[in-house]
């Protein structure tokens, strides 16, 4: 499957196989392309913890009831005192840095067979809480990750997009 068929056909998974985990082969490219997606300055602030120990789960589903039963969940974080501060000292890199490796690390779960859904329905602040992280550390998503149960489909708005002629302009 090329890249353009790979961007098409993945989708926010809803409903995953609960009892079937993530092979451990597949999980480690996961996160290793993470580990090479660009940040900032090659910064690299951001900090992935694979949550799935049951307490781990358990603490997942009291943040947020979006799941899905999903065995597996990334946390996805940057470290406030690595990310790169923009001219100006107004805006910072924490957040796209975290966003770039997230994203890296979907699409490779879509490559490996891997089905995912980016959360953000949670409160970032009670996760990191949770998650006892360090005051600098801030959550940007949960990720979960593994397989569609049977029938799971793309929501009806999957395929809907505005025109590009909406969404780019040449100067």
């Given at each position: 499957?090329?890249?353009?068929?790979?961007?098409?056909?993945?989708?926010?998974?809803?409903?995953?196989?609960?009892?079937?985990?993530?092979?451990?082969?597949?999980?480690?490219?996961?996160?290793?392309?993470?580990?090479?997606?660009?940040?900032?300055?090659?910064?690299?602030?951001?900090?992935?913890?694979?949550?799935?120990?049951?307490e781990a789960l358990q603490m997942?589903?009291?943040?947020?009831?979006c799941r899905y039963g999903a065995?597996?969940?990334?946390?996805?974080?940057?470290?406030?005192?690595?990310?790169?501060?923009?001219?100006?000292?107004?805006?910072?890199?924490?957040?796209?840095?975290?966003s770039i490796v997230a994203t890296?690390?979907?699409?490779?779960?879509?490559?490996?067979?891997?089905?995912?859904?980016?959360?953000?329905?949670?409160?970032?602040?009670?996760?990191?809480?949770?998650?006892?992280?360090?005051?600098?550390?801030?959550?940007?998503?949960?990720?979960?990750?593994?397989?569609?149960?049977?029938?799971?489909?793309?929501?009806?708005?999957?395929?809907?997009?505005?025109?590009?002629?909406?969404?780019?302009?040449?100067?």
């Amino acid at each position: 499957m090329n890249f353009m068929e790979l961007a098409k056909n993945r989708f926010s998974c809803k409903r995953y196989q609960s009892d079937k985990p993530v092979e451990k082969e597949k999980l480690d490219k996961i996160l290793a392309v993470g580990q090479l997606a660009p940040t900032a300055k090659n910064n690299q602030p951001q900090h992935v913890y694979v949550l799935q120990s049951e307490e781990a789960l358990q603490m997942v589903d009291t943040l947020t009831p979006c799941r899905y039963g999903a065995p597996l969940v990334l946390a996805v974080t940057y470290d406030s005192n690595q990310e790169y501060v923009y001219p100006g000292d107004k805006y910072t890199s924490g957040i796209e840095d975290a966003s770039i490796v997230a994203t890296h690390m979907m699409l490779m779960a879509a490559s490996e067979g891997v089905d995912s859904c980016w959360l953000n329905f949670f409160d970032p602040d009670k996760a990191a809480e949770a998650l006892k992280l360090p005051a600098n550390e801030r959550v940007v998503l949960l990720m979960d990750l593994g397989y569609a149960a049977a029938g799971t489909r793309p929501t009806p708005t999957h395929d809907k997009t505005k025109p590009l002629a909406e969404l780019v302009s040449y100067r």
